[in-house]
């Protein structure tokens, strides 16, 4: 996918798209045929062969079988949307809309926001058939002037429905925006399948016009067998691509350029041949380069006239849920941050500066300004809003909002009073107040909200970059993670992933990340244990020290390990929590866990549920912890396969409570 649709394909519909449904996104009619019957076997032939036919013009159509039994099948997709998306919109589709959706119905349709997947008993071809059924949906928010609005939209539908119609036997779509009341644009799209007729295709729209006439709402979408429309207030189509996609089916079409017929002379052939290649090429050439720049054109107007960001749907099947509250007014955020002054700068992070700020209602935030001309913080300010509107935890931290004004990216956040874990566990001053009741709560919160990503909630996230400056502490000093710009997202079945671009801090990485960029769940679970031994010990792991004569001395898991199997883990406790002697027990079993989460063979690694039990166990049998991850080795340490120490017993046994 290029860099281009990804951006497009980022930037689709944050603020209205969460739309109420007044149907159902599906339709069987029709009989019932028999569970393997023919009629069963045909259609899953057919409709599985739907997703490799079809090619760039988004439509594909075929029968299968023979009369009774005979079936008709079509896949119609969002032209804007590349090739391989609407396969995999048109595969996602089978299952339920077969087995769940119209079980055993000789007729189906099945409308999902890439694509539309139909087949039928009867013939289908250019829509025929099941014309009456629709679909539509409507955004949540609406007009402020709904009189003005609907006369300007009337306006720029009928000019994209002539388009449309138009377009000729392979696509019929048409895309484009017009000038909305309040200073808005409004954007529009029409498509109709393409063996329609050019009369049929604009019936089709006009019906489907009348289907939103005197609405109020910002934003509707509009599906028929034959035909889909959307209007809304935000981007949200793909303009480069189809300009792209109408080059490369207009290309074939054109007429072959005729050389003219000259009479040559002897010696002259070669002049006549140079002569014939470049009449021939060079119209060819410059169809190509008109092409090129349209889109381009396009593109960059499209970009211009994007002031709200917008984010497209994570899946196929739901929106990204966000009212238009999650909107900030930039001059409002100027003003509450003082001009983002210095004096409201409560953290700086390698993509920008956080500033505690002050609403006009009173309602204290965090605003995180990206830094600008940044590729990397414009990936990380899609990547949070877009994770942080879905993720809703008491141990994450909320996103109120965004704001955009040109270069300027700024993200909203729940201000969180005490500040980073960081800055409380490894000041020597504050860590004081910080006992170990309240650090066993941080690192069993900390644990849950990470069960939260991996497998709690309805998306996957991987966090990538878990440490302590990235835990917030609320005034009842409970654990928020938060700084999602380098999560990424998996699907639920899942587990691992590779890539080139290593992001993150070092200390924190798993070593198979680190060295070859395979992470998954055990990559956050190596985090939470650095983190874990950090919070016992009440220092960094960049910075680590014996804490029993000050003197530099290995990394921090190192001594870890080499002290848990001398038995002499104790080592590890902050001599400001060796006075809660009641609780040396839980810290001995939290620097255990800590060692079975940074073993180097992710594999062995705990997930983070059973981290969750094992935190609040009080007589499990816990695994020996393996060497961990960048162990090494001192000079008089031998290290042998065999032998063990002491705390090879069981928690349990070795420290009863």
Known sequence: MSSQTCLLLILAILTNLSASVTAQNYGCFGGNYTANGTYSTNLISLISSLAPNITDNAYYNATSGQAPDQVYASALCRTDFQL??????????????????????????????????????????????????????????????????????????????????????????????????????MFAMMQCVPDLSAAGCADCLIRSEQMICCDNRSRIVVYMPGCYLEYTIYP????????????????????????????????????????????????????????????????????????????????????????????????????????????????????????????????????????????????????EVVLMVKLQHKNLVRLLGFSLRGP?????????????????????????????????????????????????????VIHRD?????????????????????????????????????????????????????????????????????IISGQSNNSFKNVENGENVEYMLSFAWRNWRAGTAKKMIDPALMSASASRNDMLRCIHIGLLCVQENAKVRPTMASVVVMLNSLSSTFPVPLQPGFFVPSSNDEIRATEFSRNEATISDLYPR
């Not at 009456?132 to 609406?142: A, D, E, F």
């Not at 994209?160 to 484009?176: D, E, S, T, Y």
């Not at 997202?489 to 691992?496: A, G, P, V």
């Not at 198979?512 to 956050?524: P, Q, T, V």
């Open 408 to 460: 300027e990216r700024l993200l909203v956040y729940e201000f969180v009073h005490n500040g980073s874990l960081d800055c409380s566990v490894f000041d020597p001053m504050k860590r004081l107040a910080i006992n170990w009741d309240v650090r066993y709560t941080i690192i069993k919160g900390i644990a849950k909200g990470l069960v939260y990503l991996h497998e709690d909630s309805r998306l996957r």
């Open 84 to 185: 391989e998306e609407c396969r995999s919109c048109l595969r996602g589709a089978i299952a339920p809309l077969l087995q769940s959706l119209c079980p055993n119905r000789r007729q189906g349709i099945f409308f999902r926001q890439a694509c539309t997947l139909r087949y039928s008993d009867e013939p289908i071809s250019g829509g025929a058939g099941a014309q009456s059924y629709s679909v539509r949906s409507r955004g949540v928010q609406n007009l402020s002037s709904p009189e003005q609005f609907n006369q300007q939209l009337r306006v720029l539908l009928r000019e994209l429905r002539a388009q449309a119609a138009a377009g000729g036997p392979l696509m019929k779509i048409a895309a484009g925006n017009g000038t909305a009341p309040d200073f808005q644009t």
């Open 466 to 534: 878990l440490k302590a400056s990235n835990v917030l502490l609320d005034e009842d000093n409970n654990p928020k993670i938060s700084d999602f710009g380098m999560a990424r997202l998996f699907t639920q079945d899942e587990t691992r992933a590779n890539t080139r671009r290593i992001v993150g801090t070092y200390g924190y990485m798993a070593p198979e990340y680190a060295r070859n960029g395979h992470f998954s769940m055990k990559s956050d679970v190596f985090s939470f244990g650095v983190l874990v031994l950090e």
């Open 236 to 383: 949200f189509y793909n303009i480069s691509r189809i300009e792209q996609v109408r080059a490369m089916i207009a290309a074939p079409l054109s007429p072959p350029v005729q050389a003219p017929v000259t009479r040559s002379s002897p010696g002259n052939d070669d002049g006549n041949s140079t002569r014939t290649v470049i009449i021939i090429l060079v119209p060819i050439v410059a169809s190509l380069l008109i092409a090129a720049c349209v889109g381009t054109y396009a593109s960059k107007r499209l970009k211009k006239k994007t002031e709200h960001i917008t984010l497209q749907r994570l899946d196929e099947e739901e929106y990204v849920s966000a009212e238009e509250s999650l909107i900030f007014d930039f001059e409002e955020l100027l003003t509450a941050t003082n001009n983002f002054s210095d004096s409201h700068k409560i953290g700086q992070g390698g993509f920008g500066a956080v500033y505690k700020g002050k609403l006009r209602k009173g309602q204290q935030i965090a605003v995180k300004r990206l830094s600008r001309n940044s590729e990397q913080g414009e990936l990380e300010f899609k990547n």
